[in-house]
């Protein structure tokens, strides 16, 4: 299952020691309060997530340490060291994987992008083998599968993600279970522990993409998940001005197999992307809860509203769908009718942002053409809801 000759895991040093990260597990790091924050952990007072995005991945408090690990801009290291090369370790990088690692509970590898690292988790799976994943995924994902599957590099096999005993059937003959729970963008939650089980029965991989929940909402690896994958792009940057991400594994070999194809195939991430990444990281606790409880009432708001036919959400996060009458040409008259509403892809972002999803040719048939997936911000909700009313108004 997992590629041979991975580099095996050498303990972390502290921050003085950066410099000298065993060559290509610079970020494979075992979860435990010492490698969390090797200065503030203490074991006796156990520290919520919100404390863990503030202290984890700093230099330790002594004169004269920074209080934030610095873009660290080289290619090279000093021969003689554990890095030596840029492809292979940064400490940016390193701080920005500590915290997100501590956040979910395990190993994190940062990678280029949101789907350097799904491509580095389908990786994962010998050749040939069988990927069950939802019919509802973001499309660059089902893209990608369809890709592989299209060159004979793995079978990929779509199900509802919601019906568990489907899953659970489709489990029997696969390497690897990935899905996105809440589903991008049908926002369907997928009962997690419960496909691990299944999965696990048949000795197949599990990998979560977690990208809508954040570790503040959801930790698949706590429910038996074998990898979580980020497009840090999105909550975890916060920004709308980095691209990146993650996969988060608590298992040594799967993380040493995910630095492995990261070292030999180079989708790794900028040092400013991750300095800029792990700033955003810091305060995704108090964006997502904003952003999560604007999202709550404006789903309370817009219920029954005469243009839309389904508001959906799924009881938590900053992702609304709503499904607006007259499909396609319906949704389509929202673009240009919104001053705060900005009309783009992407998500997660402070800015409240929209768009009608089978506006992309890849999107599902399933997804009704007049869905347009919301991305709730951190705007002042009354103005948000001012703006959006008032284009569907207008609509309606
Ligand atoms: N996973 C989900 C749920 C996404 O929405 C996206 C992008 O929109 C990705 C993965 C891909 O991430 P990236 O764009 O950072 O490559």
């Known amino acids: 299952m997992v590629p041979g000759g ?8 502290g921050y003085a020691g950066r410099g000298a990260q065993p ?24 520290l919520h997530p ?13 004169p004269d340490q920074p209080m934030s690990v610095p873009v660290h801009l080289t290619s090279t290291y000093v021969a003689g060291g554990h890095v030596e090369y840029g492809r292979y370790g940064n400490p940016s990088w390193t701080a920005f994987e500590e915290t997100l690692g501590a956040l979910e509970g395990g190993h994190c590898v940062s990678f280029a992008s949101g789907m350097a690292a799904i491509a580095a988790v389908f990786d994962l799976v010998e050749p040939g083998g069988t990927i069950v994943a939802p019919r509802h995924s973001y499309t660059g994902t089902v893209a990608a599968l369809a ?4 060159h004979g590099r793995a079978k990929a096999v779509f199900v509802d993600i919601t019906d568990t005993a489907a899953v659970a059937e489709a489990c ?18 997928a009962d997690i522990a419960a496909i691990v089980r299944a999965a696990h ?10 990208t809508f929940a954040t570790p503040l909402l959801q930790r698949p690896l706590e429910l038996g998940a074998d990898v979580v994958v980020h497009s840090a792009t999105k909550y975890i940057s916060g920004h709308s001005d980095v691209l990146m991400g993650a996969a988060i594994t608590a298992s040594d070999e799967l993380a040493a197999a995910l630095v492995q194809r990261r070292s030999l195939y180079g989708a790794i991430p900028a040092p400013f992307e991750a300095f800029l990444a792990l700033r955003g990281l810091r305060t995704l606790p108090v964006r997502l809860e904003r952003a999560q409880a604007t999202a709550q009432e404006l789903v309370r708001r817009l219920d029954g509203h005469p243009a839309l036919e389904e508001v959906r959400y799924p009881g938590f996060g900053a992702i609304v769908s709503i499904v607006v009458r007259g499909g396609a040409e319906g949704a389509d008259a929202l673009v240009g009718r919104t001053r705060l509403w900005v009309h783009a892809t992407s998500l997660g972002g402070v800015e409240s942002t929209f768009e009608r999803r089978r506006r992309w040719p890849l999107e599902q048939p399933t997804i009704p053409e007049g869905l347009v997936r919301l991305s709730v911000g951190l705007e002042h909700v009354d103005d948000l809801h001012r703006d959006l009313v008032g284009a569907l108004d207008s609509i309606a």
């Open 50 to 62: 919100e404390t863990m995005a503030i202290i984890a991945g700093r230099p330790p408090h002594e």
């Open 172 to 189: 029997a003959d696969a390497a690897m279970v990935w899905f996105e729970t809440p589903t991008n963008p049908a926002l369907e939650v």
């Open 147 to 150: 890709e592989r599957e299209e």
């Open 6 to 13: 991975a580099p095996k895991h050498t303990p972390t040093p």
């Open 23 to 46: 060559q290509a597990v610079a970020s494979a790091r075992p979860v435990s309060p010492e490698v969390w924050n090797v200065h503030d952990a203490n074991d006796e007072m156990p």
């Open 201 to 210: 029965a048949h000795g197949a991989i599990v990998a979560v993409d977690n």
